[in-house]
């Protein structure tokens, strides 16, 4: 049978209220009493209930994490540097799967709210008017992951997402690249990826070429989105020099579809990536990418959001970390 905080109480010779004090790390007990209620927990393997300690202080040390899809290698580094920042201030992780699910991200919301975590790291398929409500409506402390809500209400770690797609635009145009096909999602979401296409346009602009709808496939952000989107593109007849891609997953997908079709990449096509994920390095031809800080972008978040719950002064609401262009073999 479990050991009881009356049983740790026991063997240290000490009231349950000391007891407490000490696992609530309050300062009024003396050193030498602080040691037996240490020695009395060791000695009898003692965990604190945590529902119950939950239910007194309305917090539960615990911290919700949601991410749209597990599978995408873009979302685990991120989670670990939320993780490695929460064992250092004792926060515990819930992690959620919404499978780029609009109702199951909401119902996540629902669920851990219910579970009295005492704030959400949250990552979305898309930062609508619904979520940005529903988040209101729990008064959950919250940090969005990668993207920003169009109002700026919660605080945010993200990068520039819109320049960096201007900056490897411009990078694909500085190879001499002009015919430049873009591969990505709807601009209908309001999310990371629908901010990469104003970015594509953007690097167009400031560059002087004039921006070609059939060289632009809005689908999914799977491999085979990537695969399907390029052959369309190329099944209109369309001549393109160059590819650029929403993510690295796109990315792949565009580069098994060219080599299907007999297309070199880079000696024909040059095609670039977004994210830098793990693949990216590995993948043949390795891929050219725009990095994002994935590991700094979980510990930042996690960071802030600890500040909040604690009603620690947050120095900056909208953290923007920086990124670069990490040029490998699927650009000649």
């Not at 393997?45 to 007194?56: C, D, F, G």
């Not at 052959?231 to 993510?247: H, P, Q, R, T, Y």
């Amino acid at each position: 049978m479990a050991a009881s905080i009356k049983d740790v109480a026991r063997e240290a010779g000490v009231s349950i209220a000391t007891v407490s004090r000490v696992l609530n790390d309050i300062d009024v007990v003396n050193e030498d009493t602080k040691k037996k209620v240490k020695d009395a927990i060791k000695k009898l393997s003692y965990r604190p209930n945590i529902v119950a300690r939950s239910l007194k202080t309305q917090k539960s040390s615990t911290i919700g994490i949601i991410i749209p899809d597990i599978s995408n290698q873009f979302y685990p580094e991120i989670v670990r540097g939320c993780e490695d920042v929460a064992n250092i201030y004792n926060y515990n992780i819930m992690l959620c799967n919404a499978d780029s699910d609009l109702d199951k991200e909401m119902e996540a919301l629902r669920i851990l709210k219910e579970k009295m975590i005492d704030g959400v790291i949250y990552m979305s398929n898309s930062i609508g008017q619904n979520i940005i409500s529903l988040i209101k409506e729990l008064e959950m402390p919250t940090v969005l992951v990668e993207t920003t809500d169009e109002d700026g209400i919660f605080p945010s770690v993200s990068i520039d997402n819109v320049m960096a797609a201007s900056d490897a635009v411009k990078y694909l145009i500085n190879k001499g690249n002009k015919k430049i096909a873009y591969v990505g999602t709807t601009t209908e979401k309001v999310n990371a990826l629908s901010k990469r296409y104003i970015g594509y346009k953007k690097g167009l602009t400031e560059m002087e070429i004039n921006l070609d709808n059939d060289l632009v496939y809005f689908g999914g952000v799977k491999a085979r989105d990537g695969y399907a989107g390029i052959n369309a593109i190329l099944d209109k007849g369309m001549e393109i020099d160059s590819v650029f891609c929403a993510s690295d997953e796109i990315a792949m997908g565009v580069i098994n579809a060219l080599r299907d079709r007999d297309i070199k990449v880079p000696e024909d096509v040059d095609v670039m990536g977004f994210d830098d994920i793990y693949s990216a390095s590995i993948f043949y031809p390795k891929l050219t990418t725009v990095s994002q800080p994935m590991y700094d972008m979980g510990s930042v978040s996690m960071r802030m959001l600890i500040k909040s719950i604690n009603n620690l002064v947050v120095d900056e609401k909208h953290f923007v970390l920086p990124y670069r262009i990490v040029e490998r073999d699927s650009c000649k």
